[in-house]
């Protein structure tokens, strides 16, 4: 899929937006710098820790931190770094579009801060939030990894997915949100990944499943090098736009200039044949989500 058809179909609020560390490029913190992405944090608990090392696996940089120095001071460490002061304009136009569901492996709060800025309200939900409490609402952004703004010390080990222990218990492949997050990425029209670089295995697994090349596109940094991972890896799984995040706010703002919206299509054009093959309970989660989107005029 081009970019362009992908930003029309958010445009036309039938697009998954994805956020990953890359997303809150330009963004400001209580530390007044950009949140880090999972690999710098870890250099910076490292360092913090004085231990030499060229590693950037997180789990294990915040399980050193952690033994040294305790769950209180990497759990207020967290929120000087993931709590955001300050969303840049490209982020604030981003979160504008009527996304049909937002999902992030991000702790922290730029979704919520740059849709506040439009004067939009988006509910942060966690993987232990039901989600029969928000079906009935499309405007609430996903934390598949745990949410800054609920850390608690004893998160560290648990639902916040940090520390070495965080990784024993695999909270996504088991929840509610996982079968969501399957019919989202089935029924959108464009999936669209920002700043993510399919590092977790899990995700990797979800989204090769699901059969969504077609339509997905990653967004990724214009300094990304041919030899560089992430090359090699994200186009098994859509369309690579190496363009940043600043850059892709940029096409939305002169796509919205000019396009006009579709209307969202009537329910005889979703076929019944696709129902017939889902459970129950898969029925149920198609039926509000498509309520949700306004496809549905009547049940």
Known sequence: ???????????????????????????????????????????????????????????????IYYRK???????????????????????????????????????DDLAERSSIENGKSLTPVTLEDSPERYLSSSKVCVHINGFINRLTTSDLTSHFKLTLASYFSDHFSGSLWRRIFDQDLSSARAVIFVGYSMYDLDIQ????????????????????????????????FGTLFPIG???????????????????????????????????????MLTLKNYFCLGIYKQI
């Open 205 to 236: 697994r979800f989204v090769y499943a699901a059969d969504i090349k077609d339509k997905t596109v990653f967004i990724c940094s214009p300094t990304l090098q041919e030899n560089d991972s992430d090359s090699f890896i994200l186009p098994e």
């Open 245 to 283: 995040v600043q850059k892709f706010a940029d096409e939305i703002t002169e796509i919205l200039g000019k396009y006009k919206p579709s209307p969202q299509p009537p329910l005889h054009q979703f076929r019944k044949s696709k129902l017939l093959h889902l459970s129950q309970f898969q029925l």
């Open 69 to 107: 120095f305790g769950a209180a001071a990497l759990s207020t460490l967290c929120r000087e770094t993931f709590t955001i002061k300050q969303a840049a304009p490209h982020h604030i136009t981003i979160a504008s579009l009527k996304w049909q569901r937002i999902y992030t492996t991000n702790y």
């Open 1 to 63: 899929m081009n970019i362009l058809d992908a930003i029309k179909h958010a445009i036309d609020g039938n697009a998954v937006l994805f956020l990953g560390s890359g997303f809150s490029y330009g963004a400001k913190n209580l530390l007044n710098s950009s949140p880090k992405t999972g690999r710098e944090f870890a250099s910076d608990l490292y360092k913090l820790a004085e231990v030499p090392s060229k590693d950037e696996n997180l789990m294990i940089a915040s399980q």
